[in-house]
Each structure stands twice: as C-alpha cells, then as structure tokens.
C-alpha cells in the first residue's frame, strides 16, 4: 500500500485555461474525497464518491469545476476557465467507508497557481 | 459534519516541552479526528477518539474529549522538531470532513 497519490504535484497555468488533476486512492478504499485548501486555511471540502458514484457536492464547486470517478477506482477533477481565485492546493483523500473504518487518508496535493 | 475549531492559533515551545492544543465544536458528534499538515503538504490522520471514549494514546500522543463541553484537546509530549506543523481537529468523518483553521505549532531546537 503506497497511500494516496496525486498528480501533478504543482500546475502552473494561465487564466483562461483548463486543467485536470488525478488522483489515485489507496486500492481497498470506497470512498474518493476532494479538498482544496488556500494559504492560512483549513481544508474545504468538494465532492465525494462512493466508488463510482458521486454522492455529495459542496456549493465551492461552480459549473467549471467537474470531478469523475469512472471505474471506481481513480479520479479526475477538471477546472474549465481557470481563474486567479483557483488558485490552491487540491487534495484529495480516500476512506474505507464501510465497518466503521471511515478515517480519511490523504494525499499529497496538486498545488495550482493560475496567473 | 460539524466544524472544529483550533486554539491557539499559533504555538511556539522550545524541544523536550509539551504541547496542548485544543479543538471545540457545536454539535454532537459520533467521532472527532486529529491531523497534522507539515507545510505545504497533505494532511496525516493522528487519531480518532469515539464520542463514547474520554482518552485515548498513541505513542507521545493523547487526546481527551469531553462531550459536555463539547472540547477536545492533543496533548504532544516531549515535543521535537519534526513536530513542528499545523494542526488540525475535524468532527464526523462518515462523509465530508470539516477544518477550521488550525493551531501552528512550532518547535525550536
């Protein structure tokens, strides 16, 4: 078990473009989270999957802002139209979710900075 | 999930000293959930304490919850450097977590 994996680990881009980000779940775990954390703060929560299933979206995820877990295994989350204000680190997170064992582990992050 | 909330904001101790932190919160809870974040890095799980559990250790680690004041604490014992991070405490887990944020803690040789 290598934990969770994320990439890239840093994006730079410039307003206006799109970028997409992975990640990588420990391989036993159901549930997939998204965060993203700016300077100073604690992180804030997206989305979650339940395997493939996206159960819940935080209203911090505007229509530009889309996240797919295809086959229940790995995710994508892509920014369309990136702006100043994405900028900051996007972490995601796995969890059992099931016996109780819902602790989430998470990755080491893709920090995006848009210019 | 209900959010946690750090205090202090910031602590500075010296090497060998002990640090406590504390966390409170506004709802009943099942579980609360410590986590360290080096600078500029992805979150670590420390521990999770039940709220039918009043302490509980893991290795220079203790937690406390007291439900009836709705307050946690993580007591670090003989503090090193490598402690130094920021710390943060998140109630539910089930689904979303919720960060407030945080204390920072620094230890200096």
């Known amino acids: 078990d290598t934990g969770v994996s994320q990439d890239p680990r840093h994006k730079i881009t410039k307003r206006g473009q799109n970028v997409t980000f992975r990640c990588d779940p420990i391989?036993?775990?159901?549930?997939l989270y998204w965060y993203r954390q700016t300077l100073g703060q604690g992180p804030e929560f997206l989305t979650y999957f339940q395997n493939e299933a996206q159960l819940e979206k935080s209203r911090l995820l505007s229509d530009r802002f889309s996240a797919e877990r295809p086959k229940g295994s790995f995710s994508t989350l892509e920014i369309q139209r990136t702006e100043q204000g994405d900028s900051a680190m996007y972490l995601c997170?796995?969890?059992?979710?099931?016996?109780?064992?819902?602790?989430?582990?998470f990755g080491p992050g893709t920090r995006l900075t848009v210019t | 999930s209900q959010q946690g909330e750090e205090d202090p904001q910031a602590l500075s101790i010296q090497e060998g000293e002990n640090a406590t932190m504390n966390c409170s919160y506004k709802?009943?809870?099942?579980?609360l959930q410590w986590y360290r974040q080096n600078s500029g890095r992805g979150l670590v799980h420390l521990i999770l304490i039940r709220s039918n559990e009043r302490e509980k250790h893991s290795g220079r680690l203790r937690v406390t919850l007291d439900t009836s004041k709705k307050s946690s604490s993580l007591l670090i014992t003989a503090s090193r450097a490598a402690d130094t991070a920021s710390y943060f405490c998140?109630?539910?887990?089930?689904?979303?977590?919720?960060f407030g944020t945080g204390t920072q803690l620094k230890v200096e040789l």
């Open positions: 391989s036993e775990h159901n549930r």
């Open positions: 998140s109630t539910g887990g089930g689904n979303k977590l919720t």
């Open positions: 709802t009943s809870i099942n579980n």
């Open positions: 997170a796995s969890s059992h979710g099931t016996g109780g064992r819902n602790e989430q582990y």
